[in-house]
Each structure stands twice: as structure tokens, then as C-alpha cells.
């Protein structure tokens, strides 16, 4: 019988989860199924939220609009750098497994859109870690292609309404990274 704390949760679980997750962007071919990442959403909606604005979306990306922004990136990434890293990032991206973006409502007043923002923070960190339980990665991207206006178009989304938080690569992963923090004494202040 594991050692459970009065909410259930084993004792150790959420910090296992917490410290081993790592941002993945080698993965396996296998798609993870449909109802976890269902799941994982459904989650991720738990996360304290201000006011209960529910902020977020999320959007699952099907094959053809992850198609298309791979092509849309690839295009991005033309113009930057040529054929041959358009070439290579367009494989790469039609070789990932899942795609999901998450965004956030905007609103006028610039405060409220500031908590929103990390509200849809913590949501995300929900799904990452319920997902990295259930042995699959994200990597959480802001690169530019999530400011094109050709993303909301592909999405079907009005920029005028939302933002995007994060464009998440998803699936089970063929290497973890190692990364470092420096140690927590360099960040925590105890005051008397
Ligand atoms: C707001 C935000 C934006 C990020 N954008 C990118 C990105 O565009 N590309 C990328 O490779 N990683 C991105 N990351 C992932 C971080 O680089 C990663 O979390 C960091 O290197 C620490 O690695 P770890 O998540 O494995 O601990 C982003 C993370 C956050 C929180």
C-alpha cells in the first residue's frame, strides 16, 4: 500500500513528476492516444485561475492543420535562413507525433490579461506534468511562427481575441535531455 497523504496523492508523486520533467523534442513515431491528451486538458482547466476567468483554449491540431503550419513555419524559416533549413525544419515538423495550442483570452485591461496569462501558465504546467506521468513529452514553443498572422488564420482564431501562450510538441520520447538549475539557496530568500 503506498504512503498516501489525506488527499490521496502518494506521497512524492507531484515531486517525482515535477523534477523529472524535461522540455522533449526528440520523439518516438507513436502517436499518444486521443482520450489522454482529452485528459490532460481536462486537467490542466483545474489550475487556479483569478476570478475564474477560464482563460485558455486549446486547440488539438488534426493532420491537415498541423500540415499546413509546418509548411506555414518551413516558409518562416525560408525566408530567414534558405531552402535547406526550410527543407530540414519541414521534415522535422511533419515528423512530430502531436501538436496542441494553447492560448489566451485578451482582454483591455492590462492587469487582468497579465493574471490570465499566468493562470494559462500553471494550466499548462498541469498538462505537462500529467502527461509526463503518463510517459509523454511536450516541448513548449514561442517561436515565431506563433505571431504570424497565418497561425491564426490556420487555426481559424482572431488574433484580435487571443494570444498564443505556447505551440506544444507532444509524444512519447526518444531521448530526455538533461538540464540543470543552480541550487535553490540562490533564489530563496528567507526573511526573519
Ligand atoms: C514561456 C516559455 C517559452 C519557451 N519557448 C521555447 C521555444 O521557443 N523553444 C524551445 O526549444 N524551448 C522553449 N521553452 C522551453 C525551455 O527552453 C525549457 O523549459 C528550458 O530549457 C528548461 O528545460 P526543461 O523544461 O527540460 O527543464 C519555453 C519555455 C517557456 C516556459
Redesign the pocket.
Known sequence: MPDLFPTGIEKDAVARAIRT???I?LFRPEKPDPALVRQAVDLARWAPNHKLTEPWRFYVLGEETSRRLAERNAELVRADLGDGAAENKLKRWLGIPGWLALTCRKTEDSFREREDYAAC?CA?QNMMLFLWSHGVGM?????PVTRDPEFFKILDISDQKEFV??LFMYGYPADT?V?E?AGVEEHLVVLG
Open positions: 520533467r524535461r522540455s523534442q501558465c499548462a516541448k513548449w514553443t514561442t517561436g501562450v505556447s535531455p538540464t538549475r
